[in-house]
């Protein structure tokens, strides 16, 4: 007889929300953290059936019985064990996998158990360097730098992988595992010249899935690691799935609950460890890599309803955010944003401005559709084309709130941020979800599991719809310049204060100033386009085809055409704020005192216009 696979049974069982797997059978009330209802065993009139989210576990306080899900559709189908495996799995779209006494899947079960026994013992070598090895002391400054003590460090078992490797080998031997073992746990890897450590000198984060098992390690580089990645996860084991586990989870869940079904989410561990630890937020949990993926949003969704992004608030952050809110939204839950501050992460604020700080911006924390289109509105800076290429947009992520009713308070509210017409927003996103229907969808059981390369692969793709950014012929002309010639690069750059009203008012602009932040190499054909790949779509669109030849003149002529660029596009700039302040003096909601103003404006930009850009504008 078939039998499934533990492995099989153990991700049937973690797919599965008991709430939800409950509420297809009886009718469920909240009740504080957990939900009840009268008891479909037994005749009562009081509830007295309670369903936890927390411990996805049942129990009826009449009749005494209890269980998780597998128990539940046991008893209300009058099903067997294995029917009801695979029942809950047909639920939450696993792919049953059976077995007949396998030789070699008996062996791959045991496999993981074996690799989760050397990772604890990893754990735990890891760990005692740390706190006791005079070569880990770089290590602690670092950690007490960043305000984690030795009880935190305790708390989350924190370790230190030394370059050298011979210890941990001599000691898993002398417990009794193989050699091979510590190739399949991925704690050795393999190269042309044979083995070596995948973790050398490197702040080693454990990492637990919900029971607390360690199934695998995130390094962070300290010194000598030439490694030039910053964290090195575990690669996929039979252990170990990395974008099925989520950093703090098995900490969390409980606080999750006690904080009305709600998750807050970080990009990173050091975050999730400034959170639970210095600002008392022990719901707080974070992915491992780069990717929030449609497995982590499937496994918060059986324990919150609402979930904060707790973002850095740079360009990179607001990317991040956009990516984890699409798969969060997919999946059912409330998305909410925290502003930080620019530049600051959920640890860096709560050492610059303490635990309060951090407590302050997600308790006042605001949908995320809400801050988004605020962030680029302010970007757009009156930018006509920008707000044409933000409809698109903000359009397709209304279209990703999976529950109709919010996803219309989305649209609503977009409509009126966007200063459009409601039911031609409507129709637009109506049209997106429709086409999104059409489209195959890929079973949940399927869901691909990517390299780190691949990863980024998959996010150079364009999203569709996207409408790019069209660039003033003034700005079109900074740009080329820019990323023809080294000269040009260091002149603009002497004049940014002078550029910052075209970079504000000019279609484009924001490329230019990226630009110059970056400052790719002109004729480094690889240079411009990992510049362009950091922009965002509409931007990355907008220079397309750009690919700049290094040009090469005189000093004084150099000098020559960035004078001309650079006053033609403050004369544009200008000209640019005439009509938007045209624009807004038209407004029926203006005061007495605004109008006064917009005139003394307009005003003072046409006699400079009149007497040519001198200056740059206040």
Known sequence: MPRITEECVARIKDSADIVSVVQRYIELRRAGYSWKA???????????????????????????????????????????????????????????????????????????????????????????????????????????????????????????????????????????????????AYLLGQGGSGAYPVFRDRLMFPIRNVRG????????????????????????????R??????????????????????????????????????????????????????????????????????DGDRAGIAASEKTFRKLAQAGLEVYQAELPPGEDPDSLISTRGA?????????????????????LALAQGDTNARAALIPRMADLAAEVADPVRRDVAVVDLATRLNLGLEAFRATVAQLLAERKKAPQRPAAQEAVYSEEEEMLQQEAEPAGVIPLALHPSIRGLISMAGSSEGAQALLIERIEELQEPIHHLPGGVILQRLLEVLPTPGDKQAWEAFAQELPPEQRLAIKGFEPEPYHTSAEQLLFYVDQACERAARDAMQAKLDLLRARIRSPHLEQEEITGIIQELNNLQKMLAAGPAAPLS
């Open 356 to 376: 309060e700080a951090l407590q302050h911006a997600i308790e006042h924390a605001r949908p995320y559709l809400e801050i988004r289109v605020q962030q680029e």
């Open 242 to 311: 990395k974008g099925e586990l989520l950093f703090g989870l098995y900490k969390a869940t409980s606080a999750i609950a006690k904080a009305g079904m709600s998750v807050v989410i970080c990009e990173g561990q050091l975050d999730v460890i400034a959170c639970h630890e210095k600002a008392d937020i022990r719901n707080a949990v974070a992915g491992l890599g780069t990717a929030f993926t449609e497995g982590h949003a499937r496994i918060l969704a059986k324990y919150a309803k609402k979930a904060t992004l707790c973002y």
């Open 213 to 240: 098992e360690v199934v695998g390690f995130s390094g962070r580089v300290m010194e000598n690691d030439r490694d030039p990645r910053k964290y090195v996860n575990t690669s996929e084991t039979a252990a170990f």
């Open 38 to 184: 009268c008891c479909p065993f037994h005749n009562e009139k009081t509830p007295s059936f309670h369903v936890n989210p927390t411990r996805q576990s049942f129990h009826c306080f009449g009749c005494g019985v209890g269980g998780d899900a597998v128990k539940f559709l046991m008893m209300y189908e009058n099903i067997d064990y294995p029917t009801a495996l695979r029942r809950l799995a047909d639920m939450n779209g696993i792919a049953v996998i059976e077995e007949e006494e396998n030789p070699e899947l008996a062996r791959q079960r045991r496999l993981r158990s074996r690799i989760i026994e050397l990772n604890e013992l990893a754990a735990q070598y890891y760990h005692q360097l740390l706190c006791r090895s005079q070569e880990a002391g770089h290590v602690r400054e670092y950690l007490k730098k960043r305000g984690v003590n030795i009880e935190i460090a305790k708390a989350w078992q924190l370790g230190w992988a030394p370059p050298e490797f011979g210890t941990l080998r001599r000691m898993a031997e002398t417990r009794g595992f193989p050699p091979r073992l510590l190739t399949d």
